[in-house]
């Protein structure tokens, strides 16, 4: 991919195939990043992933912190419901994405990506924090409420500080995602400036041409992230 993303679009269609390109070129580059609107969509994906992430680490926390050191009715029953959705195929879920999001008068937005991505990322990043915050040693929970701490403070002051290594897989799982993610957004945003990264690289496809080495080196560009 990165070689092509050097090689005149001549060389790439040829039957020549080589790894080192014979006459490399930063004009897929600067095709790929100026036509079609590609840094837009870029800037549309890094907020529409920074976002669930953000979304995807505090809401999971704090439910992850309820499930792991408080009791409540249904405890378990509402956790393996969680689990339960992990279960359901994301291609099911669009027609009921749509239609929520078509009453929620959210379709068309970059919010509204935002909130689908994070709710299917909730049940995964659940399930992992809890096993990681129940692994906490209750001792230290407890001198801390001695000292006058909140729920709040124990979690973010040292519930999530020893469990940083879960909430960065939460985060990175979740930003992934999101980068990457499709068949949602095509199906919720219409506006030309409001369309994702994905979105914007399959523009290079046409119907009886495709623009190989621009293509290409937006894809270098997307995967660098």
């Known amino acids: 991919m990165i070689s092509l993303s050097f090689q005149p679009t001549g060389d790439i269609l040829t039957s020549n195939v080589v790894l080192i390109p014979t006459h490399p070129t930063f004009l897929n ?3 790929a990043w100026t036509e079609n609107s590609f840094g837009q969509y870029f800037l549309n994906s890094l907020v529409v992933a920074i976002g669930t992430v953000i979304i995807t680490v505090i809401f999971s926390s704090l439910a992850a912190y309820a499930f792991a050191r408080y009791r409540f009715p249904f405890k378990e029953v509402i956790f393996y419901i969680f689990l339960a959705a992990l279960a359901v195929p994301s291609v099911e879920l669009i027609i009921p994405q749509y239609l929520l999001a078509l009453k929620l008068h959210l379709t068309d937005l970059l919010f509204g990506l ?7 990322n909730l049940p995964f990043s659940i399930f992992l924090l809890r096993g990681f915050f129940e692994a906490v040693p209750k001792d230290l929970e407890e001198s801390f409420r001695l000292d006058g701490a909140g729920s709040i403070r124990v979690l973010t002051r040292l519930i999530a ?3 940083a290594p879960a909430l960065a897989v939460v985060a990175m799982f979740t930003f992934n995602f999101a980068w990457e993610e499709f068949v949602v957004a095509l199906t919720l945003i219409n506006s030309p400036q409001n369309h994702t990264l994905p979105i914007g690289l399959n523009f290079f496809i046409g119907e009886h041409t495709t623009q190989w080495g621009p293509l290409f ?4 560009i997307a995967t660098v992230p």
Do not use: H, M, N
């Open 161 to 163: 500080p020893l469990s």
């Open 114 to 120: 935002v909130l689908i991505y994070a709710s299917e």
């Open 29 to 31: 580059y600067t095709q």
């Open 217 to 220: 080196a937006g894809l270098v």
